[in-house]
């Protein structure tokens, strides 16, 4: 079984609809990041949040929101999609403690299409 | 503007070349990632340098990060169609806890 899953693995939206990600590990890492990934602009980071309290803005957090349920779950909303949020999206996570010399583990992604 | 730059964005080569993929930044970093990202999946890290002008190697993968810790490069030894893939960069900011990463090469090693 996969450590990083993430559901759905692809999705067709609709302008203004809320949509959610959802992004489980069983890896038992305390940190976890959301990345959209676009062609030509690589991953950019969305939300990450550090343990089940913590919760941090990335570089494009606009229209986004996030909820940190437990150690395991970390999920993605899109209050109201619009269509620049067409992309792929990826959550990872990483054990910590070893600053920015840290594995990310990532999850296969979710295709993000919105109408 | 992206603050690590790659190059090429894309590779196209035959099976047994050589090739170099750069990653370059006017920004300092506390280390410097490489993954490689395979369709329908996410990245899958090669491998970490902390050290500036650290080289290692990963059998025909060699890697290095400039003295000054702004730039790094990967050499492919005679590449193979298994090496087909996106290769990003991705480098830990020395202020701010998170990677910034470059756009990607994609390299495509043809039989």
């Known amino acids: 079984d996969a450590d990083v899953t993430q559901t759905p693995r692809n999705r067709i939206t609709k302008t203004g609809k809320r949509i959610m990600l959802e992004c489980s590990q069983t890896k038992g890492h305390d940190r976890m990041y959301w990345y959209r990934q676009d062609p030509g602009l690589g991953l950019r980071l969305i939300y990450y949040?550090?343990?089940?309290?913590?919760?941090n803005k990335g570089e494009i957090s606009d229209g986004y929101s996030v909820s940190r349920q437990a150690q395991a779950k970390f999920s993605l909303s899109l209050e109201s999609a619009i269509p620049n949020q067409t992309a792929l999206y990826f959550c990872?996570?990483?054990?910590?403690?070893?600053?920015?010399?840290?594995?990310?583990?990532f999850g296969p992604g979710t295709r993000l299409t919105v109408l | 503007t992206q603050l690590l730059e790659q190059s090429p964005q894309f590779l196209s080569i035959q099976e047994g070349e050589n090739l170099t993929v750069y990653c370059n930044s006017s920004s300092v970093f506390s280390s410097l990632q490489w993954y490689r990202q395979e369709p329908g999946e996410g990245p899958v890290l090669l491998v970490t340098?902390?050290?500036?002008?650290e080289v290692k190697k990963l059998k025909r993968l060699t890697f290095q990060f400039g003295d000054a810790r702004k730039d790094s490069s990967l050499h492919i030894t005679a590449a193979q169609p298994g090496d087909t893939g996106l290769y990003l960069c991705?480098?830990?900011?020395?202020?701010?806890?998170?990677?910034?990463f470059g756009a990607g090469t994609i390299l495509r090693v043809k039989s």
């Open positions: 949040s550090f343990d089940v309290k913590d919760i």
């Open positions: 991705a480098g830990g900011m020395e202020y701010g806890n998170k990677l910034v």
């Open positions: 990872a996570t990483s054990e910590g403690g070893g600053g920015f010399t840290d594995t990310q583990y």
């Open positions: 340098v902390v050290t500036g002008g």
